[in-house]
């Protein structure tokens, strides 16, 4: 399966041109080896109405399965994603930021200072990732599993629960 992608990157700095992104570009590598598609990216400032407006849009549009915002998430003033995105879901997903912060605590006790969050939007799953490189990564691996069978259960896909009937081998 073929997922489209849209990635945020939410910062003050990168949007004004002071700092090079390059937690955008580290998800892009990701998404690129798991050879899904990149439809959409962008950077926009720490401001929860900006980001609100580009994930209604992105996800209103239809042509994006997932999307993957990183930055904003942390305990800093002007970190407002999670804000933002609780705006714009229907639906939360809050297993999807379990396991995330779960597979980060072992690697740095700074995981359990996270706020994101992940939810739905029509059929599009948006999951906020920390603004660095490496912790976006990590913490997009951790969920890349399970993203092909979240597209086809909110695409309504035929047959798409027979997954659930699979044994896990522990």
């Known amino acids: 399966m073929v997922v489209r992608v849209g990635i945020l990157t939410v910062s003050d700095r990168s949007f004004r041109g ?3 992104d390059a937690s955008g570009p580290a998800l892009e590598s990701v998404i ?9 990216n962008s950077i926009v400032p720490d401001e929860v109405e900006i980001i609100r407006r580009t994930l209604i849009d992105w996800a209103d ?5 997932l999307i993957l915002t990183t ?3 942390g305990f800093g003033p ?3 994603t999670p804000e933002a995105t609780r705006l714009v879901v229907e639906r939360l997903a809050p297993g999807i930021t379990e396991a995330i912060r ?3 605590l072992p690697i740095t006790p700074h995981a359990m200072l996270s706020r994101a969050v992940a939810g739905i939007r029509n059929r599009s799953l948006i ?3 920390p603004g660095s490189p490496k912790g976006a990564v990590e913490s997009l691996n951790v969920v890349l599993p399970v993203i092909p ?6 695409g309504g896909e035929p047959g798409s629960e027979t997954h659930h009937n699979l044994k896990t081998q522990r």
């Open 78 to 80: 002007r970190d407002v």
């Open 71 to 73: 930055g904003g998430t």
């Open 127 to 129: 999951i906020n990732l």
């Open 61 to 65: 549009g239809g042509g994006i399965d």
């Open 32 to 40: 690129s080896e798991q050879g899904w598609n990149i439809v959409l």
């Open 149 to 154: 069978h979240a597209v086809e259960l909110m």
């Open 102 to 104: 779960a597979q980060s």
């Open 18 to 20: 002071e700092r090079v």
